[in-house]
């Protein structure tokens, strides 16, 4: 079994900075992409940030410049940093990463439970 488990959320004011953090644990044999997604009230899941085991990064329009995503393979765990953070980007953010294991080499995709961020003064 794969388990990701998110950190870091919480309550900051317009401005302020968060940073995410996502450990995945289990009998991993590799683990290819890993990224972020937002889902705020009453609106569609969305990608925030994604990256690739080589580092390769890509962002939504939206947080393009003000947030960041990294990765540190030998932990197995992909942060976000989170600057400049505006009321809109309130949301539940859900990590994310595809994933083989020794059981089962093939990649499957597995989500953390989310960590709730809310900007408001």
């Known amino acids: 079994q794969v388990q990701l488990v998110e950190s870091g959320g919480g309550l900051v004011q317009p401005g302020g900075s968060l940073r995410l953090s996502c450990a995945a644990s289990g009998s991993i044999f590799s683990i290819n992409a890993m990224g972020w997604y937002r889902q705020a009230p009453g609106k569609q899941r969305e990608l925030v940030a994604a990256?690739?085991?080589?580092?390769?990064?890509n962002y939504a329009d939206s947080v393009k410049g003000r947030f960041t995503i990294s990765r540190d393979n030998a932990k197995n765990t992909v942060y976000l940093q989170m600057n400049s953070l505006k009321p809109e980007d309130t949301a539940v953010y859900y990590c994310n990463a595809d994933i083989s294991l020794y059981s089962d080499l093939r990649y499957r995709d597995y989500w953390g439970e989310g960590t709730l961020v809310t900007v408001s003064s």
């Open positions: 990256i690739t085991s080589g580092g390769s990064t």
